[in-house]
C-alpha cells in the first residue's frame, strides 16, 4: 500500500502540489515564531487581531478554574452547558434572528445543516466557489446539486427555471468568498429566490464581525438578512474563537437538534471556548473601530500590491488574493516572502482551480502602518526574481 501512496505523493512533488504542515511555535497573532523566527503574519483568519484578546482570556481562565475544560458527551446526552445556551442567545441577538445553535467547526455546521434540510428529490444550486464543506454537505444530503457559474445570475435563474414548483429547492452561497475575497450578489439572489419559491443559506464564515452596522456580516450590510432562511457563520475566524453557527427561526433550529447528524453525534464544544466566544462577540460590538481598520489597510495594501505590478482583483475585502498563475512559482513566490520576515502560505489546486494559484494575502485590525509597508516592500523584492 504505502508503495502506490508513495507514487501518488511523488507526482503531487512534481506538480507543485505537495502540502506539508508548518508548525507556528507562538500564540496567533500579526507577529508569529515559525521555524525559530519572528516574521509578520499575513496569511491569518484572525481578521480583528482577537485570538489573544485579554479579555477574552480572562473569560476563559475564569471559566477553566470554576469547571475545567472538556464537555464530556453530545449535547443531547450530558454536554449541554449553560455556556452553549447563552452563546446561542448572544448570536440570536448579533444576527437579529429568532434562534441560533453552535456546530463544533464550520465544516461540521455546513454537512449537517445541509444534509438534514435537503435530501432526495430536492435540488440545491450552489455557486462554484462555495466553500467545500459545502458541496461535502449536498453531497452527503444526495439531493441533486447544480453548481451555477461564479456569481452568475442568469444561469442561475435558467436553472431555477427549469425546477417544478414542488420541488424543494436551495440556493446557498458563500457572502465573501475564501480565496477570491470578493463578494455574492445578495440581492440579486434573494429576489430570484423569491421568484421562483426557493430557500437561501448563506455562509458568513468570512463575513461575520466585519461587515455590517454592527458587525454580523453581509448579509447586514447589503439590508437583506430577513430575505435570507439560514444564516451559517463561524466563530474562528473573526471572533478569534473556534465553532460556527446556524441562525435563524427557532422552527430552524429545533428541525436541526433534531436531525442535523453532525450536531447529534457530536462532543459538544467545551464551555471555555463558547465563554471565549460570548466575549469576543462583546468586543465586536464594543470596538467597532477594528473593523474600520481592516477595512482602511485592505483597501491600502490591495492598491499598493496593484500599482507594484501584481495581478491584484479589485475589493474591499481582507482576502487579497495575488495571482501567480503556476503553483511552483507561487511556492517560489512564498518562499521569497519568508526570507523577508513575511509568512504567507501559496495557495494551489485543488483549494483554488488550476492555474490560479496564488499568495492569498489577509489584513487584520493588529497590522500597524509599519508592517505594512514591510509587507509591500517584501512584494517588490520578488519583482527582482521575476
Not at 482570556?57 to 447563552?86: M, P, T
Not at 429547492?169 to 475575497?181: A, N, P, Q, Y
Not at 429566490?193 to 447589503?222: C, I, P, Q, R
Request: aromatic share 8%.
Amino acid at each position: 500500500m504505502d508503495e502506490i501512496l508513495q507514487a501518488e505523493l511523488d507526482v503531487l512533488k512534481e506538480k507543485g502540489l505537495y502540502r506539508s504542515l508548518r508548525t507556528v511555535q507562538s500564540g496567533q497573532g500579526r507577529e508569529i515564531i515559525y521555524d525559530g523566527h519572528r516574521v509578520l503574519n499575513f496569511c491569518s483568519n484572525d481578521y480583528l487581531g482577537l485570538a489573544n484578546h485579554p479579555r477574552i482570556i480572562l473569560a476563559v481562565e475564569k471559566l477553566i478554574k470554576d469547571r475545567g475544560f472538556g464537555a464530556g458527551a453530545s449535547r443531547l446526552v450530558c454536554g449541554n452547558f449553560d455556556e452553549h445556551g447563552l452563546l446561542e442567545t448572544a448570536i440570536a441577538s448579533f444576527k437579529k434572528t429568532q434562534a441560533a445553535l453552535v456546530f463544533s467547526s464550520g465544516y461540521m455546521a455546513n454537512v449537517g445543516i445541509i444534509s438534514s434540510i435537503a435530501g432526495r428529490g430536492d435540488v440545491v444550486f450552489s455557486d462554484r466557489l462555495n466553500h467545500a464543506s459545502i458541496v461535502d454537505g449536498i453531497i452527503s444530503s444526495r439531493a441533486e446539486l447544480k453548481r451555477y457559474p461564479h456569481c452568475d445570475m442568469s444561469v442561475l435563474e435558467e436553472m431555477l427555471t427549469g425546477e417544478k414548483n414542488e420541488c424543494r429547492k436551495l440556493i446557498v452561497t458563500d457572502t465573501v468568498f475564501s480565496m477570491d475575497g470578493d463578494v455574492a450578489p445578495l440581492l440579486e439572489i434573494t429576489a430570484l429566490a423569491k421568484k421562483y419559491n426557493a430557500w437561501v443559506m448563506v455562509d458568513e464564515a468570512h463575513a461575520f464581525g466585519l461587515f455590517g452596522a454592527t458587525g454580523s456580516g453581509m448579509a447586514e450590510e447589503v439590508g437583506v438578512s430577513d430575505c435570507i432562511d439560514i444564516q451559517m457563520g463561524t466563530l474562528s475566524k473573526a471572533v478569534g474563537s473556534f465553532g460556527a453557527y446556524a441562525a435563524g427561526s427557532k422552527v430552524l433550529v429545533e428541525y436541526l437538534i433534531n436531525n442535523a447528524r453532525s450536531f447529534i453525534f457530536s462532543t459538544a464544544l467545551p464551555p471555555a471556548v463558547a465563554v471565549a466566544s460570548r466575549a469576543a462577540l462583546e468586543v465586536v460590538r464594543g470596538e467597532p473601530q477594528r473593523r474600520e481598520r481592516v477595512r482602511a489597510s485592505s483597501l491600502f495594501l490591495r492598491r499598493e500590491l496593484q500599482q507594484a505590478g501584481f495581478d491584484v482583483p479589485s475589493g474591499f475585502t481582507p482576502i487579497i488574493p495575488v495571482l501567480a498563475g503556476d503553483a511552483v512559482r507561487a511556492q517560489r513566490w512564498s518562499k521569497i516572502l519568508l526570507e523577508s520576515g513575511i509568512f504567507i502560505s501559496a495557495i494551489r489546486p485543488p483549494t483554488v482551480p488550476a492555474g490560479t494559484a496564488r499568495l492569498r494575502v489577509t489584513v487584520t485590525a493588529a497590522h500597524t502602518d509599519s508592517d505594512l509597508a514591510r509587507c509591500i516592500e517584501a512584494f517588490k523584492r520578488i519583482k527582482h526574481y521575476e
